[in-house]
């Protein structure tokens, strides 16, 4: 059974940040950078708490960004933003 940790409590549907392996500690505002984001990316791809393997393959992508050193919030959510990549492809 995987484990899963509420992060962050959300509005009406509990946003849950799934982790399955952390090689690393994470500091309470590191936590706070990857939840903000990891929230923004699945409201952007419309991840709902049902979609759970893809928000988890998301949550690891974001991690391993978040331990190599890709730290700022808005840099992390840039790096997997749909819209930041479509914008790319027709510029």
Do not use: H
């Not at 962050?8 to 994470?26: A, L």
């Not at 903000?36 to 709902?48: G, I, M, P, S, T």
């Not at 840039?78 to 510029?91: D, E, Q, T, V």
């Amino acid at each position: 059974m995987k484990e899963q940790i509420t992060l962050s409590p959300g509005g009406g549907e509990e946003s849950v940040m799934p982790f399955t392996k952390c090689s690393n500690i994470f500091t309470p505002d590191d936590l706070e950078i990857l939840q903000k984001v990891f929230d923004q990316l699945c409201n952007e791809r419309r991840l709902a708490l049902k979609d759970g393997d893809q928000r988890e393959r998301l949550a690891c992508e974001v991690m391993e960004a978040f331990q190599n050193g890709v730290t700022d919030e808005v840099e992390l959510w840039r790096l997997f933003s749909k819209r930041r990549m479509a914008a790319m492809r027709y510029a």
